[in-house]
């Protein structure tokens, strides 16, 4: 009895197991499908709370992060904060000289002859609307672009790489590519600190920079742009802007997560390289992507 107990078991485990499969490869499908017909390049990361739902399309691939990495340089200076080095109210003062014009910079927009602003004010210019000014400072006050690569290593991410601020991304084209990650660890830097489970982050840090992340202003089209109105979506964009010489787009990326009606959450990473398709093309492939990836975990 008890070994027919166990061959009946075995029998249901391997429906069960084989009809999961087939469901996560169904959306592996719908996902190729999305990309093929395209002339890019996309490295896709999905994280369900469940370890069963996960696949990856190029996951251990190097992209260039543009502005991606403003949210693993927030999550350093809350480190530092947290350590009593600095402090969120703290006043940080940006000089005239630090607004460059060729730099994306609402700050400087606002505050043309510069400002005084606190820590907290700056990460907030840097992750929800991407401030490259804001970025530069952030990173000067960390001890530089490898500063934030030597935190992330020291917690074991070692797909991720910062060599360079905006000022030098943005005025050389090939140098972007220094900083790098894979879809695969951007999704283990999303989960980690969100679920925090290793108190990376102090309770007050690790909400500062949810909020944060979920007030994004950026990239309404990339993860948000085919999912249901009231979405909660704490994500991170990037975008290199096209060549000019050759046309092509080096970077349009969205990292984040996207919360369920039911409480749980997915975690998404998907970086478009190499494309020759315009910027409207580019934005859709990631909600297209997003929205699949919805529409499965919705229906689990």
């Known amino acids: 009895m008890t070994n027919k107990r166990s061959l009946i078991f075995f029998i249901l485990f391997l429906i069960f197991t084989q009809g999961y499969s087939q469901k996560i490869e169904t959306l592996r499908h719908k996902l190729g499908d999305i990309i093929q017909s395209k002339n890019v390049v996309v490295g896709v990361a999905i994280h369900g709370m469940d370890d069963k739902d996960t696949l990856s399309i190029n996951g251990h691939k190097h992209f260039p992060m543009q502005s991606v990495f403003k949210f693993p340089i927030a999550l350093r200076v809350l480190s530092e904060i947290d350590k009593g080095n600095f402090s969120l109210e703290q006043k940080i003062n940006i000089k005239k000289s630090e607004l460059l014009p060729g730099l994306w910079s609402p700050i400087r927009e606002k505050y043309p002859e510069g400002a005084t602003l606190t820590l907290a004010e700056i990460m907030k210019y840097t992750v929800a609307v991407s401030d490259n000014v804001g970025c530069d400072v952030l990173l ?42 894979t879809p695969q660890e951007a999704n ?39 999912l249901p109105k009231e979405t909660v979506v704490a994500h991170k964009t990037g975008w290199s802007g096209a060549d000019k010489e050759t046309g092509i787009t080096a970077a349009v990326n969205d990292i984040g997560l996207v919360f369920l009606p039911n409480g749980k959450y997915f975690a998404i990473s998907v970086f478009v390289t190499e494309s020759s398709e315009n910027f409207e093309t580019n934005e859709k492939i990631i909600a297209d992507i997003t929205k699949v990836a919805w529409d499965y975990f919705v229906k689990k």
């Open 188 to 226: 283990r830097i999303l989960k980690a600190f969100y679920e925090n489970s290793n108190s990376l982050l102090t309770k007050e840090s690790h909400q500062f920079v949810w909020d944060v992340m979920k007030g994004t202003k950026t990239g309404k089209n990339r993860l948000k742009g085919q």
């Open 140 to 181: 000067r006050l960390m001890g530089g672009p490898e500063a934030i690569e030597n935190h992330f290593s020291k917690l074991g991410f070692k797909d991720f790489e910062v060599k360079i601020n905006e000022e030098t991304m943005q005025n050389n084209w090939d140098q972007q590519f220094l900083n790098w990650t």
